[in-house]
């Protein structure tokens, strides 16, 4: 970047000052004549801050001048571009090539073609880092190097494809270290999720449990064979009330069932009823006993104990039984029944009544009606014994799933902490990228040791911590940090550092105030330095009085400031013009220009 015409009007003391510029500008003057508010005037124009306001730049209308309203600087490049920033006590305008630009569009500008806002203030203040913390110039050195770009390795990249992270921005340390934050957020996040899990046991599973399915199917086809039984008992119910509701169809019924026709009926049915459920308990008995390890109704595992139990429980009922039906035999015969009632398992009525009366005794397969009421009461109970089965295996299996379900998330967030720790390793303080840009700064830092040479210092960065100790080249293990050294020291660092920022950056331009802080021996090495250091510009205040050399190289220029009221009226600094001679663009034989 190259000025070639700079404006200030109302800005502090300037009531209107036009400076023409040129390559190499040593700007003289008395204390109090302007010179540090040509540095702030410059760092204004091009940031929106300066020393008198704050990193946001507010407070910026202390910098009108007393008495006025607004104040504007301006700048014309070598280029023709032209830069103007006004300011009054509410507002700011910004004009790019004399068009209003909203202000956030117009910095944006700026930065996109002179760099970011950090630089330019490094460059154009000599103070700007050396006076900031460490914490503070670790983040102007991270913000200074922009073009810094780092491949990242496979693994990385995969592990970021793998959390569906997308690839962050890596553009300075800064951006290296929101990675770092951010994936350190992440893992505390994981790490709580997975410490707040539940600590699940592996159910137990019996080898020959059932199968759900199987139990749920056994279910079902008991519930269709309990239907067909109820259907059936309906059924025989419907023709015993069919039967009594119609007269008698022979004398032969009416002589038997003459005295008491119900209670020999009745007894005829319970003999009937008994002798059905004696037949179930039977076929249960022998079903039993032909089991092994299953239970014939429900297909559960059973054990020995429980089966002699059963098997015992089923002999007493059909010892029972038996003696129930032998009882109701004889009362039967006692009350002068028929003998296909007495000695039958299945009795009936009188066989000229069968026809007319069958309906009172239905039957279904060979099942009478206690036959029926047997078989429906072991459906119930068999039914209602493979539903707790059921459940048992529906509870066992939804303990499974609760295990399987923890088990999956806790090895997804063990999985996503060991990619997560990648990245934390990767971009963190110790980490490769961040070695890679503190590479990059310590390559910066040589930067400034080559310009710093001119004086006799080198200096050294660390990062852990960070620190820059400076030392002197002739006693070189003697080191102190920035902030022990005196203030012409820190002066020679400042501007060394200027110049390795404006030579790093591109924007190759630098504004060094009171340069009168070093002794004459030491501003021909500032000259020196600058004038061999490949600036496009650099301007120099300082405090001075003495003519200027009576010969000047090309590019070089001395403005006088005066507190004359020429200056506070018109503005026009007396400029010395540059002699011509026979080494152009170069350094006089004779001796070095030394700054005012």
Not at 395 to 403: G, I
Request: hydrophobic share 35%; aromatic share 6%; charged share 30%.
């Amino acid at each position: 970047m190259r000025i070639s015409t700079l404006t200030l009007k109302n800005f502090r003391s300037h009531a209107e000052t036009v400076l023409e510029l040129d390559r190499y500008n040593f700007i003289r003057g008395p204390n109090g004549c302007g010179k540090t508010s040509i540095q702030m005037a410059l760092e204004f124009l091009f940031t929106g801050r300066c020393a008198l306001t704050d990193s946001a730049g507010r407070w910026a209308e202390a910098l009108i001048r007393s008495g006025e309203k607004e104040l504007e600087v301006s700048a014309t490049l070598a280029n023709g571009e032209t830069v103007c920033r006004r300011r009054t006590a509410k507002s700011q305008i910004v004009e790019i090539d004399g068009r209003k630009v909203p202000v956030d569009l117009a910095e944006a500008f700026l930065t996109r073609h002179l760099g970011r806002v950090e630089s330019l203030s490094a460059v154009m203040n000599v103070d700007r880092f050396v006076e900031t913390s460490g914490a503070e110039q670790q983040k102007l050195l991270a913000r200074l190097i922009p073009d810094g770009r780092i491949d990242l390795p496979t693994a990385i990249s995969d592990a970021l494809q793998a959390l569906n992270e997308e690839v962050p921005k890596l553009a300075s340390v800064g951006d290296v270290e929101v990675a770092y934050k951010h994936y350190r957020e992440l893992t505390a996040e994981a790490n709580r999720i997975l410490n707040a899990l539940e600590q699940v046991e592996k159910p137990e599973m019996p080898v020959d449990f059932p199968v759900a399915q199987e139990v749920e199917r056994k279910i079902h086809e008991f519930r269709q064979e309990k239907e067909r039984l109820i259907t059936r008992r309906m059924e025989a119910d419907r023709c015993l009330q069919n039967a009594q509701s119609r007269p008698t169809a022979s004398r032969t019924h009416q002589e038997i069932f003459q005295h008491d026709p119900c209670p020999l009926a009745d007894l005829a049915r319970e003999l009937a009823d008994l002798n059905g459920e004696q037949k179930t308990i039977e076929a249960s008995l022998a079903a039993l006993e032909e089991a092994k390890h299953c239970c014939p109704t429900c297909g559960q595992a059973i054990v020995q104990e429980e089966k002699a139990q059963r098997l015992q429980s089923l002999g007493e009922r059909r010892d029972e039984l038996e003696g129930l039906i032998q009882g109701a035999r004889e009362e039967l015969i006692d009350r002068g029944a028929p003998a296909q009632l007495e000695g039958s398992e299945s009795p009936s009525l009188p066989t000229e009544t069968v026809t007319e009366e069958r309906g009172q005794f239905p039957t279904t397969h060979g099942l009478g009606p206690g036959d029926l009421e047997c078989q429906l009461t072991i459906l119930t109970e068999r039914i209602n014994k493979a539903e707790r089965v059921l459940g048992k295996i529906r509870q066992v299996e939804s303990a499974k799933e609760k295990w399987e379900s923890n088990v999956r998330e806790k090895t997804s967030l063990e999985s996503r902490l060991r990619f997560l720790s990648k990245l934390t390793d990767f971009f963190g303080p110790q980490g490769a990228a961040t070695e890679e840009f503190c590479d990059a700064i310590r390559s910066l830092m040589g930067r400034v040791n080559h310009y710093l040479a001119v004086f006799g210092y080198e200096c050294r960065v660390s990062f852990d911590p960070y620190e820059i100790r400076v030392s002197s080249v002739n006693t070189a293990p003697f080191e102190l940090s920035l902030k022990q050294l005196s203030e012409s020291e820190q002066f020679r660092f400042g501007t060394a550092f200027q110049v390795a920022m404006a030579m790093a950056t591109g924007v190759r331009f630098v504004v060094i105030d009171r340069a009168d802080a070093l002794d004459t021996e030491k501003r021909k090495m500032l000259t020196s330095m600058l004038m061999n250091s490949g600036l496009d510009q650099a301007i120099i205040l300082a405090t001075g009085e003495d003519a200027p050399p009576s010969l000047l190289p090309r590019d070089v220029k001395f403005i006088d400031l005066t507190r004359s009221a020429n200056l506070s009226e018109c503005g026009y600094a007396e400029v010395t013009e540059p002699l011509q001679s026979q080494h152009h663009g170069s350094l006089c034989t004779d001796d070095t220009i030394s700054t005012p």
